[in-house]
């Protein structure tokens, strides 16, 4: 289940990335007309992605941890957090914190 709902999380950013940058292309290139005419494909798109990504953040955080699975739930986690915040360049650390406070009070 894990790895269906990571897959679709995955794709479906993709797809909204694609959409939005060819959106911005064509805004960028003076198409203003042709980017707004892509806009309801963006939004469409985003709203699949972010169903996707409550999917996943719910499975993630209904599971119940074992000792051995706890490394794994928190690496996953901080991932999410990266991947939400933008994909940002020298944050690990501070995600993974923020990650291990969140596995931590899910687990509770």
């Given amino acids: 289940m894990s790895g269906e709902l990571w897959t679709e999380y995955r794709r479906t950013w993709q797809e ?4 939005l940058y060819e959106m911005q292309d064509l805004a960028d290139s003076g198409q203003n007309e042709r980017a707004l005419a892509l806009l309801a494909e963006v939004k469409e798109v985003r709203l699949r992605h972010n169903a996707a990504r409550d999917r996943l953040a719910h499975f993630l955080t209904a599971e119940k941890l074992a000792a051995a699975d706890r490394e794994q739930y928190i690496r996953n986690t901080a ?10 360049e020298n944050t690990a650390e501070r995600d993974w914190l923020r ?10």
């Fill in 16 to 19: 909204f990335s694609r959409k």
């Fill in 99 to 108: 990650a291990e406070e969140l596995v931590a009070t899910a687990s509770a």
């Fill in 79 to 88: 991932r999410l957090i990266w991947e939400f915040s933008g994909q940002p």
